[in-house]
C-alpha cells in the first residue's frame, strides 16, 4: 500500500543540524513532488519547501531559505530534509507528504509521513 | 508575505452544520485545500481543487469559493469530526504554499 515512512525522533543542541527522512513506497516516487512541513507543539501548521521527485527542483519558504536544505535519492524513494542553525523555537514536528501534479492543478498533500519530533535543548 | 486567514474556533452541535472559512487575496488565482487534523495525528486531506473530494472522505464535507474566500462547509457534524481544519494555497507569485492558521471545530 501506499506509505511514507519517516525517520525518527532527535535530540539535538541550538546550533547544530538535523536530518529528517522519509522513505516513499507503494508508489512512483519520480512522479510526485514531497513537502515538508513543520509543526510547532500547539501551533499552526507551516509549509517549508518542496522538491520534485523526478527532476529534483526545490522552492523553499522564505521563512526558512537560507537554513533548509531538501534533496532526495530516487534509487532510494527517500527524501531529506536538513535544518541547520538550529535554535529552541525549532523544537517541533516535521512532517513529508507527497502531492501531485495533474494537469493544472495539484492533487493535494494526499499521503503524509507519521511525523518526527524534533528537539532542540542544550 | 501572503497569509490565509481563518477564524480560531468554530462550534456546532451534532447534527448541525459547520462552515468554516479562509480569506486570501490570491484566492481567486489559486486553488484551496483543506486538511483536518485531530491530536497526535498527521494531517488529512479532505478537499482539494476548492471543492473534489478525495475518495475515503465522507460526502458531508464540502468545499466552495467566492472571490477572495474559500469555504469547508461539514454538513450533519458528528462528534469524530471535532479537529483542527487548516486551508492551504499558493501565493500571488504561484511560488510559496501557504497555510491558514487554523480552526478548531468543536462539537458540543
Known amino acids: 500500500q501506499v506509505q511514507i515512512v519517516q525517520s525518527g525522533a532527535e535530540v539535538k543542541k541550538p546550533g547544530a543540524s538535523v536530518k529528517v527522512s522519509c522513505k516513499a513506497s507503494g508508489y512512483t516516487f519520480t512522479s510526485f513532488a514531497m513537502h515538508w512541513v513543520r509543526q510547532a507543539p500547539g501551533q499552526r501548521l507551516e509549509w517549508m519547501g518542496w522538491?520534485?521527485?523526478?527532476?529534483?527542483?526545490?522552492k523553499y519558504s522564505q521563512k526558512f531559505q537560507g537554513r533548509v536544505t531538501i534533496t532526495r535519492d530516487t534509487s532510494a524513494s527517500t527524501a531529506y530534509m536538513e535544518l541547520s542553525s538550529l535554535r529552541s523555537e525549532d523544537t517541533a514536528v516535521f512532517y513529508c507528504a507527497r502531492d501531485e501534479l495533474r494537469g493544472d492543478y495539484y492533487s493535494g498533500m494526499d499521503v503524509w509521513g507519521q511525523g518526527t519530533t524534533v528537539t532542540v535543548s542544550s | 508575505s501572503y497569509e490565509l486567514t481563518q477564524p480560531p474556533s468554530v462550534s456546532v452541535s451534532p447534527g448541525q452544520t459547520a462552515r468554516i472559512t479562509c480569506s486570501g487575496d490570491a484566492l481567486p488565482k489559486h486553488y484551496a485545500y483543506w486538511y483536518q487534523q485531530k491530536p497526535g495525528q498527521a494531517p488529512v486531506l479532505v478537499i482539494y481543487k476548492d471543492s473534489e473530494r478525495p475518495s475515503g472522505i465522507p460526502e458531508r464535507f464540502s468545499g466552495s469559493s467566492s472571490g477572495t474566500t474559500v469555504t469547508l462547509t461539514i454538513s450533519g457534524v458528528q462528534a469524530e469530526d471535532e479537529a483542527d481544519y487548516y486551508c492551504q494555497s499558493a501565493d500571488s507569485t504561484d511560488t510559496y504554499w501557504v497555510f491558514g492558521g487554523g480552526t478548531r471545530l468543536t462539537v458540543l
Open positions: 522538491i520534485n521527485g523526478g527532476n529534483g527542483d526545490t
